[in-house]
């Protein structure tokens, strides 16, 4: 009885991660999104930054990653390269010395690492993890060719816009190749959208937990927040059934990667395009 359950979390988890898979997919083509996606914008604050225009086709070029106030111990180096016909750049950073993100507040869980265009467009271009050294690395493409890279504490991996607890951002060396672009200003989400919406009990992460989980956790906490049971409780429903999933496996004892896939699913669902704007809705509706 127990493994026939156990079966049928698994296949209720893959079967929605992997209709998931292109929402994944989506959300590493938003370098091109509004700059405030439609966010009230007492919710939002400004940074400026430099980007760099790459070369095609002529190698790869490094930049440093250098730690900001939030980090200053921390010190890193992007690579990138676009290479000839191709239509995305790859990028591949190394970090070493970062503290946990939940140094910064128990809100915060995971960092991301951002693309910014000259037009001060961000997209998410993935999780860093880190290991206990926080060191850590991570590899992705973006569809832009003129871009800075920033790394920011989050509550979950799958927000669509940056806190403006920036920990780390690229800045061009003497041997970067590219023209550089400065960036007016770009959009970050207020660390106050987060302090009460993200781990509301301030909980320490049991190291013995998958991180993932409260991630997901901190997922529907904010969607929750913004009234998205309200203004879409269809999508809402899903975060919440992919979350008792998640929960479901990890009670069962579930093997880690089935805990993740389900977790993971459930931080996609929560920061779907409907829930994101909620705050639009509740806005318009007032």
Do not use: H
């Amino acid at each position: 009885m127990k493994s026939s359950r156990k079966l049928g979390i698994i296949a209720t988890v893959f079967c929605g991660f992997t209709c998931l898979s292109t929402i994944a997919i989506a959300q590493q083509d938003q370098t091109a999104s509004s700059p405030d996606q439609g966010i009230p914008a007492s919710s939002l604050t400004t940074k400026t930054v430099s980007a760099v225009g790459y070369e095609v086709g002529s190698g790869s070029t490094k930049v440093n990653l250098i730690g900001t106030e939030l980090a200053s111990e921390a010190t890193g180096q992007g690579k990138v390269e676009i290479k000839s016909k191709a239509d995305r750049a790859r990028v591949q950073i190394d970090i070493k010395g970062l503290k946990p993100a939940s140094a910064l507040g128990a809100e915060f869980l995971t960092y991301v690492l951002w693309v910014v265009t000259p037009e001060g467009r961000t997209g998410n271009s993935g999780e860093l993890l880190l290991d206990k050294k926080g060191n850590g690395s991570l590899s992705a493409t973006t569809p832009a060719q003129a871009f800075s890279l920033i790394v920011t504490a989050e509550p979950y991996f799958a927000v669509r816009m940056p806190s403006e607890m920036v920990v780390m951002q690229s800045q061009p060396g003497k041997k970067t190749e590219g023209k550089i672009f400065p960036v007016s200003e770009y959009k970050l989400m207020k660390r106050a959208q987060y302090e009460k919406m993200g781990n509301p009990l301030a909980l320490t992460p049991d190291p013995k937990v998958p991180l993932a989980i409260y991630e997901a956790r901190n997922a529907v906490e904010v969607a929750k927040s913004r009234k998205a049971d309200k203004y879409a409780p269809e999508v809402f429903s899903k975060a919440e059934g992919s979350l008792q999933q998640a929960e479901s496996a990890l009670s069962s004892k579930a093997d880690v990667n089935t805990i993740v896939a389900a977790s993971r699913q459930t931080a996609q669902f929560a920061e779907m395009p409907a829930l994101f704007r909620c705050n639009v809705r509740k806005k318009s509706a007032s």
